[in-house]
C-alpha cells in the first residue's frame, strides 16, 4: 500500500510538472504571438509567418485538449459545472472558427476560380493568332 501512495505521489508531481511546463510553454506561445500582432510594417510575408504560427500553436493546444479529453483520470477530477464551462467555451470558439473556415475558403474558392479563368482565356488562340505549318 505504501508503494502505491508513493508511486501516486510521483505520477501527481509528474504530472503537475507537465502541466507547469504545458503553462509555461502557453505562456511563450501567446507572448511571441502578440509580438507577432504588434510588429510594424508588416509585409504579406509577416502576415502569413504569423497565421501559420498561430495555427500551428493552435494545433499544439489542440492536441493537448484531445489528450485530456481522452483521459478519463483527468476528466474525473472537474465537476459537471466545470465540464460544462469548458464544454460551452470550446462549442462557442469552434462554432466561431468554423464559420470563419467557411466565409474564407468560399472566398479562396471564389478566387480561385476567377484566376483560373484568367489563365484560361489567356491561353485560348483566336483563329488569327493560330498558324499551322
Given at each position: 500500500m505504501i508503494?502505491?501512495?508513493l508511486h501516486l505521489q510521483v505520477i501527481k508531481k509528474g504530472v503537475n510538472m507537465l502541466?507547469?511546463?504545458w503553462v509555461q510553454?502557453?505562456?511563450r506561445l501567446?507572448?511571441?504571438?502578440r509580438r507577432l500582432s504588434e510588429k510594424k510594417?508588416?509585409?504579406r510575408l509577416d502576415i502569413v509567418q504569423s497565421m501559420r504560427f498561430a495555427l500551428y500553436a493552435l494545433q499544439r493546444s489542440l492536441l493537448g485538449?484531445?489528450?485530456?479529453v481522452n483521459n478519463p483520470d483527468i476528466m474525473a477530477?472537474?465537476?459537471l459545472q466545470e465540464l460544462e464551462e469548458m464544454n460551452k467555451k470550446i462549442t462557442s470558439f469552434v462554432e466561431d472558427f468554423?464559420?470563419?473556415?467557411?466565409?474564407?475558403?468560399?472566398i479562396g474558392a471564389r478566387k480561385s476560380l476567377e484566376a483560373e479563368k484568367a489563365r484560361r482565356k489567356s491561353a485560348r488562340r483566336t483563329p488569327e493568332e493560330t498558324f499551322y505549318v
Open positions: 508503494a502505491t501512495n502541466g507547469e511546463t510553454t502557453c505562456e501567446l507572448e511571441r504571438l510594417d508588416k509585409d485538449w484531445v489528450n485530456w477530477s472537474f465537476s468554423l464559420k470563419y473556415d467557411v466565409e474564407i475558403t468560399q
